[in-house]
């Protein structure tokens, strides 16, 4: 379901591009929010109690204990991701 913070946009620290809040919502392994979404996001709405709205508390805490991965790891895992979205676009 769309949000009205979907459409917000910000430089993403991981691709080094645009990207809408609605990206950062899902891009995670199994559609699941990226890790630095609270990093990303704190200063432009609240982002906290927008996804406190949207995730069961289980997954709520699951997402604030998410770490990083090793940066190979995440670059691999955004490539495939991308790939995978262009793929279901054509
Ligand atoms: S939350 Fe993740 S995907 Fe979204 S801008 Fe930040 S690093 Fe990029």
Redesign the pocket.
Known sequence: MEHNSDRLM?R????GGP?EFS??RF?DENNHP?F??F???WEIFDVVAYMKKCLSPEQFEKLTQKKAKPKVVSIVELIHEIQKRNKNQE
Do not use: E, F, M
């Open positions: 910000r993403c620290p991981r691709l990207v990206y950062c891009c990226c630095k979404i990093d990303c996001w």
